[in-house]
């Protein structure tokens, strides 16, 4: 095959962890070495617990005491042998980018099964850096749904919008909100509105079908739809529909959500890590959750909606 398929890069898996075939060897090794480090051990011990057994039966045998250190600098050293990769990789220059591929092998390793792909002639490859997708041109190949143009959201966006709105009401304070933030790597802690879209477009099978990216960040699920064209600012006359992503804040940075529906003055959506209201807000328990929410238009607050492909 002349192309070589390349992962469009994220928030979370960062500028290096693009390359699919290295994110897949880097995740591979991390589970052999934990591996090693649970199974060689206890085999260490055991053998250890024999060699006591021995050297009390045998006191006079003066080469047991010399295994038995060599045995037991070898259980440590299997046993942090995640650490030690962990602390040589991070010596490494800061040009090169393995280090941060390696602290995020799992995250990305995960990520990475949802990711679209993206096409570059092998003969474009840079056989002695990490893959950078920027620095390519695309190849002759074409992922689904990358016409660039919008077309209405039928029966796909209808179906997004259905199984948003089945989780209105999961809470932080119940954690119920977990599964979202687990689903694109990141804490439950942290900020996770775009993880609720993901994990919404996730069921629905448009992140399989690269209609919809998996994105941990508001920045980088807009930077997605204007690389294919699909975004459209508030005020420029276009009218959201059912199924668009919805876009907040300076750029479209700061919060997002899914569209519902829309009318002449507002766009009504549903939102997560966004305070509860109406039915919704006896159930968040005061707590930031998965929210129906009225949002006026027109007030500078709406960045943009992005219409995916459906």
């Known amino acids: 095959m002349p192309y070589v398929q390349i992962l469009e890069c994220s928030t ?34 055991v ?16 080469k047991d005491p010399k295994k038995l250190a060599n045995r037991v600098i070898a259980t440590f050293v299997c046993f942090f042998l995640p650490t030690i990769a ?3 990789v991070s010596l490494l220059p800061n040009s090169f980018t393995l280090s941060s591929c390696w602290e995020n092998a799992k995250i990305s390793r995960e990520i990475s099964a949802n990711s679209p792909l993206v096409y570059i002639k092998v003969t474009d490859r840079d056989p002695y850096s990490i ?33 948003a709105l089945g ?26 509105c775009a993880a609720f879209v993901s ?23 807009i930077a997605w739809f204007q690389n294919k064209g699909q975004v459209h600012l508030e005020g420029s006359g276009y009218t959201p529909k059912a199924g668009d992503i ?3 804040g300076a750029g479209g ?18 939102e997560g890590n966004t305070s509860c209201a109406g039915t919704a807000a006896s159930k968040c328990g005061g707590s930031d959750g998965v929210s129906k929410k009225t949002r006026p238009r027109y007030t500078g607050y709406i960045y943009a909606y992005a219409s995916p492909s459906y």
């Open 131 to 163: 893959i950078n997708e920027n620095e390519y041109d695309p190849g002759n190949e074409k992922e689904i749904g990358s016409s660039g143009t919008s077309s209405p959201s039928g029966a796909g966006g209808q179906k997004l919008v259905q199984i």
């Open 167 to 192: 989780e209105v009401g999961n809470n932080e304070s119940d954690g119920s909100h977990s599964k979202y933030t687990s689903y694109v790597g990141l804490s439950a802690s942290q900020p996770w």
């Open 246 to 248: 919805v876009f907040f």
């Open 47 to 62: 053998m250890i617990t024999v060699q006591l057994v021995k050297m009390v039966a045998n006191p006079e045998d003066k």
């Open 253 to 270: 940075s700061q919060h997002t959500g899914i569209v519902e529906k829309a009318d002449a003055n507002n766009v009504y959506t549903i």
């Open 86 to 88: 962990d602390v040589l």
């Open 199 to 221: 994990w919404c477009a996730g069921q629905g099978g448009f992140i399989q079908s690269q209609i919809i990216p998996s994105f941990p960040s508001c920045s980088a699920g």
């Open 12 to 45: 979370t898996l960062g500028n290096c962890c693009n390359d699919y075939g290295l994110v897949t060897i880097i995740d591979i090794t991390r589970k052999i070495l934990e591996l090693i480090q649970l199974v060689v051990p206890i085999l260490l011990l």
